[in-house]
Each structure stands twice: as C-alpha cells, then as structure tokens.
C-alpha cells in the first residue's frame, strides 16, 4: 500500500501476556519510529531504526519491549509481561530520511488495552 | 531539553473565520517544526514544516504558520476555518542528539468549528 500499514488495529490482553504489534513501513523509507500515546496526550517517542540498526531505544520505558526490524522493512514492537499501563495507542511512523528535516508519515496505531 | 507547549487544550471557531492554534518550543540550535493533524481512531497527518528559509511556511488544506525566532513561536493559522477542520492538532520539533530523528510532541489542541 501507500502507506504505513499497522496491525493489529485493536489488541486486548490479559495482564502478563506477551504481545507482538506489526509495523509495514511506506517502501524505501529508511527510517522507522515507534510512538506510544496516552489517552489525551500527545505521542511520546519509544525507539527509532535506521534501515535494520536500531539507532536509538532510549525512550523504551522497560526492558519488558523489545522491538526489531531484521530485514530493514517491517518492524515489530514485542511488549513480554504486559501490564495495565502499558494500556496505549502504539503509532508507528516511517520517514525517507535520517536527519530529521522530512516529515514522518504515520500509520493508524495499535490500541492496546490490558485488562 | 527540548520541549514544545501548546497552551490551549481547545480552541473554538465559527466557520469561516480565521483560526489560530499557539505553539511554543523550547529547543538549543535551529529547530525543526512540525504540525501535524489527528483525526478519531487515526494516526498523525503531515500538515507543514519549517526547516530553514521564509517565516511563513504553506501547508496542507490551506493551512500555514509562521516561525517566529525571537518569540520562539510556531503557530498554526488558517484565514477560513471549515467545519471539517475540526479534529486535534499537535505541533512537534525534532530532538537533538540521539538519533537526531525523533519527534518531540505537543500535548495537543482540540479544534472545533462550528457551523
């Protein structure tokens, strides 16, 4: 498709499952964001990929998340032991460059509830 | 640090009049500003961006805003608001240092116009 494709839209999980959000990133885009937004807030950053190198995870709240992009396309964000607060819109965001200067183009998020 | 502050939770509009929606930053260096749009159950759309150059920067859907260094400004204008303007709006600067990639949001403002 054109662009960023995110799924599952909807996720519920019981506390202390793992789960697993997909992100399929706009074709050649080099870069890939993950964002995790609060109810009423606005999106915070979690980690960033340049092709397949994870450049930048300082946003990870957790080592409970995990996320990867083995083949520099599609990207998953991995959550082990889920917890309530972890309750979230999880936006993923794909960008043609490294430095900052394009705009970064967004999928329609996961909503994860934990219950 | 870099931050970015919308001050207004909500902004109200009759339709057809000029709508403004406030944004401050709070960056070291030149910043990269961005707007962006949210519409219910959906991602972040691009609006516009500032990078280097005129003030005055034209965007999407007849948007534009206008970068104010001294004031450290960055707000959203549009001449004639339309009803289907209605949706939240966050403004976004790019981090600095890092992956240098990242975006640092707003809270956001909820724009209504009414008929």
């Known amino acids: 498709g054109a662009g960023v494709s995110q799924s599952p839209r909807y996720k519920v999980a019981k506390r202390g499952q793992d789960v697993a959000l997909r992100c399929d990133p706009i074709?050649?885009?080099?870069?890939l964001f993950w964002y995790q937004q609060a109810l009423g807030q606005g999106p915070e950053f979690l980690t960033y990929?340049?092709?397949?190198?994870?450049?930048?995870k300082s946003g990870l709240p957790s080592d409970r998340f995990f996320a990867e992009r083995p083949e520099g396309s599609v990207s998953t964000l991995k959550i082990q032991r889920t917890q309530q607060e972890d309750s979230a819109v999880y936006l993923c965001?794909?960008?043609?460059?490294?430095?900052?200067?394009?705009?970064?183009?967004f999928g329609d998020g996961t909503r994860l509830s934990i219950l | 640090a870099q931050s970015v502050a919308q001050p207004e939770d909500q902004v109200n509009v009759a339709e057809g009049n000029p709508l403004t929606v406030k944004c401050t930053y709070s960056v070291s260096g030149n910043p990269y500003l961005f707007w962006y749009v949210q519409y219910p159950n959906r991602g972040l759309q691009f609006l516009l961006k500032y990078i280097t150059g005129d003030n005055l920067v034209k965007g999407s859907y007849g948007f534009e805003a206008e970068f104010n260094k001294s004031q450290t400004s960055f707000h959203l204008k549009k001449p004639s608001a339309l009803v289907s303007d209605s949706a939240l709006y966050f403004c976004a600067v790019r981090a600095l240092g890092g992956s240098q990639g990242n975006l640092i949001f707003g809270k956001g403002t909820k724009l209504s116009v009414k008929p």
């Open positions: 965001a794909s960008s043609s460059s490294g430095i900052g200067n394009q705009p970064q183009h």
């Open positions: 074709s050649g885009h080099v870069s």
């Open positions: 990929f340049q092709n397949e190198a994870q450049l930048d």
